[in-house]
Structure formats: structure tokens, C-alpha cells
């Protein structure tokens, strides 16, 4: 609460602040105060992140009229060119920055390609620092994008787990998975496969 960023949040309430400590008797961390301003908060970065231009020329007419057809989002088209992009865009130098920032840049890839005809919303409910769950509503359609850090197998599989109990919730037969890793020995190239889970199917890109 002494820092002033933080302070100012607080007392104009577009923050909350933790009143009781953690486990590890650290004071619990400050959480956006409602959905309306989480989402105008990440919009807001968003557009001022310096690779949003770049981003959203990728996500010209060209990439438009590519997955958006008859008033139908191909999302698993609309990942797999954001996955070219991130390998375009892609240096070790920019690693850190990448590491906190790059489900951001999906959502500033994301939101000229949606915006119109359908929204986004975080599910912060679902959402910590590892991973972050994205709902998308283009027309009729609805799509579930979970983003996460490699953090291991088990993490991998946990993250599954996770998607699979909240498309069941949902009642969605198919899920998206995004998955950033910043290993040093990962394969060079992005992976994007479809993998069958039980009776849905999960559409699995790493970058």
C-alpha cells in the first residue's frame, strides 16, 4: 500500500486490497476491482504495448478475410497464424518481456480479429499468474482459450485437467490451448495439433 501507483488505484477503487495475510504470512496481493475495469485495463495496455502495431498489421484484412468466413471464426486458424507471427517476432533479448507479457500480445492479435461481431472476456476466476483463461463469443459460437507458462509435464497435464472440467462446465465438446515456453532446449519450431481427450478434443499450440 506504500507504493503510490498502488495507492492511487486503491483510493479511486479500481483495486482491492488483500485484508488478510497469505499461508506464507505475506499480505495477500491487490486484485482489480471488478470485470468492467479488468477489461478496460487490458485494453488499455494493450494499445500501448509497442508491438500492437506491428501485431495488429499482421492482423490486417488479409488475416481477417482468412478467419473470419460467412460470419464464422476459425480459431484454430486464427492461432496458428499468431503462432507464425510469435516466430517472426521472437528473440532471445526480448525473453523476459515475453515471459510476462506475451498472453497480452495474443489478446492485442485477438481483439481487432473479434472486435465487431464478437467480444472476449477473461474468466478471472480461473486466472492466477500462470495461467489465464480466455472466453471468446464471435455469433453463435463460443470458444475456451487457456493460456499458460510451461511449467513442466505435470503442469502440462494439470492444465488439461483444468480446461477439460471447464469445457464440461460449459458443455463445449472442443478447447484451445496456448502454451508459451521459454526453455532453452524446446524444439525450434512451434507445435499445433489437435489431441483427443476422452470424447472432446483439445486444439493445442505451443510457442
Given at each position: 500500500?506504500?507504493?503510490?501507483?498502488?495507492?492511487?488505484?486503491?483510493?479511486?477503487?479500481?483495486?482491492?486490497?488483500?485484508?488478510?495475510?497469505?499461508?506464507?504470512?505475506?499480505?495477500?496481493?491487490?486484485?482489480?476491482?471488478?470485470?468492467?475495469?479488468?477489461?478496460?485495463?487490458?485494453?488499455?495496455?494493450?494499445?500501448?504495448?509497442?508491438?500492437?502495431?506491428?501485431?495488429?498489421?499482421?492482423?490486417?484484412?488479409?488475416?481477417?478475410?482468412?478467419?473470419?468466413?460467412?460470419?464464422?471464426?476459425?480459431?484454430?486458424?486464427?492461432?496458428?497464424?499468431?503462432?507464425?507471427?510469435?516466430?517472426?517476432?521472437?528473440?532471445?533479448?526480448?525473453?523476459?518481456?515475453?515471459?510476462?507479457?506475451?498472453?497480452?500480445?495474443?489478446?492485442?492479435?485477438?481483439?481487432?480479429?473479434?472486435?465487431?461481431?464478437?467480444?472476449?472476456?477473461?474468466?478471472?476466476?480461473f486466472t492466477d499468474q500462470r495461467r489465464m483463461?480466455?472466453?471468446?463469443?464471435?455469433?453463435?459460437?463460443?470458444?475456451?482459450?487457456?493460456?499458460?507458462?510451461?511449467?513442466?509435464?505435470?503442469?502440462?497435464?494439470?492444465?488439461?485437467?483444468?480446461?477439460?472440467?471447464?469445457?464440461?462446465?460449459?458443455?463445449?465438446?472442443?478447447?484451445?490451448?496456448?502454451?508459451?515456453?521459454?526453455?532453452?532446449?524446446?524444439?525450434?519450431?512451434?507445435?499445433?495439433?489437435?489431441?483427443?481427450?476422452?470424447?472432446?478434443?483439445?486444439?493445442?499450440?505451443?510457442?
Amino acid at each position: 500500500m506504500d507504493d503510490p501507483t498502488v495507492q492511487w488505484c486503491s483510493m479511486f477503487g479500481y483495486i482491492k486490497m488483500g485484508s488478510k495475510p497469505s499461508a506464507s504470512g505475506l499480505p495477500k496481493p491487490a486484485v482489480i476491482a471488478n470485470k468492467i475495469f479488468e477489461m478496460r485495463m487490458t485494453h488499455y495496455f494493450a494499445s500501448k504495448d509497442d508491438n500492437t502495431s506491428r501485431l495488429n498489421g499482421h492482423a490486417g484484412r488479409e488475416v481477417y478475410m482468412e478467419v473470419v468466413r460467412d460470419g464464422t471464426f476459425d480459431m484454430e486458424l486464427c492461432m496458428r497464424r499468431f503462432a507464425e507471427l510469435y516466430r517472426e517476432l521472437f528473440s532471445e533479448k526480448d525473453g523476459p518481456f515475453l515471459e510476462r507479457h506475451g498472453r497480452l500480445l495474443f489478446l492485442a492479435y485477438l481483439d481487432p480479429l473479434v472486435n465487431g461481431l464478437g467480444f472476449y472476456h477473461i474468466e478471472s476466476e480461473f486466472t492466477d499468474q500462470r495461467r489465464m483463461d480466455i472466453v471468446v463469443d464471435f455469433g453463435p459460437d463460443q470458444f475456451i482459450i487457456e493460456m499458460k507458462l510451461w511449467k513442466g509435464e505435470a503442469a502440462r497435464e494439470k492444465a488439461y485437467e483444468q480446461l477439460l472440467g471447464y469445457m464440461d462446465s460449459k458443455n463445449m465438446d472442443k478447447g484451445y490451448l496456448l502454451t508459451f515456453d521459454f526453455r532453452k532446449e524446446k524444439p525450434p519450431e512451434c507445435a499445433a495439433e489437435w489431441v483427443q481427450a476422452g470424447d472432446k478434443q483439445i486444439f493445442e499450440v505451443t510457442v
